[in-house]
């Protein structure tokens, strides 16, 4: 079993549509949590950070759920430009090894 | 900004050559970071830095070295390529100073194909 495991899609939504991604991991000892945005052969960029008591920037929320070990993600009204992969992300070991779920890929269109 | 910046973008090399990918950060970070990316496999952890002259084995070292010479700049060796590491490598940085929950920055990798 992978250590951070999330569903690979695709997902296929049309515009404006609300889709929710899940995301869990195996080790308690995980510190801190995130979610990643990479686009088609691009490195990943950090979409945001996901703190205890669960956080939002705009279209986006993410949370967190310590006793049943998930994250999630949640992305409103979504646009052509969300159409992306989706990774999720912890912190273990100190804070200096982060790994990595293998992504959800999502599709939003028109 | 923070830059990290991956001297190829694309590499192709013999089995049993000895390959060095390099990665410079221009924002004085003092972790830096080997991944490669596979198909369903996502990102896996080869090895990583906190400081000058310090390495740490990831997940996945077994045929890799890494050298840290200057806090810049972090480089990893394969030391006689194989086949089953053609692969997407990505190199990162981050903060030590909010090390708890500081973001990776990553380069925009290196395609290594191996024949």
């Known amino acids: 079993r992978k250590e951070v495991e999330q569903d690979p899609g695709p997902f296929n939504v049309p515009e404006g549509a609300t889709v929710a991604f899940n995301c869990t991991y195996s080790?308690?000892?995980?510190?801190?949590f995130f979610w990643y945005r990479q686009d088609c052969r691009k490195e990943p960029k950090l979409l945001m950070s996901v703190y205890s008591s669960g956080n939002e920037d705009g279209r986006f929320t993410a949370q967190l759920n310590r006793a049943s070990q998930y994250i999630s993600l949640l992305i409103r009204d979504s646009k052509l430009s969300d159409s992306a992969t989706y990774l999720c992300?912890?912190?273990?070991?100190?804070?200096?090894?982060?790994?990595f779920g293998a992504g959800t890929r999502l599709f939003v269109k028109a | 900004d923070v830059k990290v910046t991956q001297s190829s973008r694309y590499l192709v090399k013999r089995t049993g050559e000895k390959v060095f990918l390099e990665c410079v950060q221009d924002m004085d970070h003092e972790n830096m970071f080997w991944y490669r990316q596979d198909p369903g496999l996502g990102l896996r952890l080869i090895y990583f830095s906190y400081d000058v002259k310090m390495k740490e084995k990831g997940d996945i070292p077994e045929g890799y070295s890494v050298s840290r010479e200057k806090k810049e700049r972090f480089s990893l060796i394969l030391e006689s390529a194989s086949t089953n590491q053609t692969s997407m490598y990505l190199c990162?940085?981050?903060?030590?100073?909010?090390?708890?929950?500081?973001?990776?920055?990553f380069g925009n990798g290196t395609r290594l194909t191996v024949t």
């Open positions: 080790n308690s000892a995980s510190q801190s």
């Open positions: 990162a940085s981050s903060l030590r100073d909010s090390w708890y929950n500081s973001p990776l920055h």
């Open positions: 992300a912890v912190n273990r070991d100190g804070g200096f090894k982060t790994i």
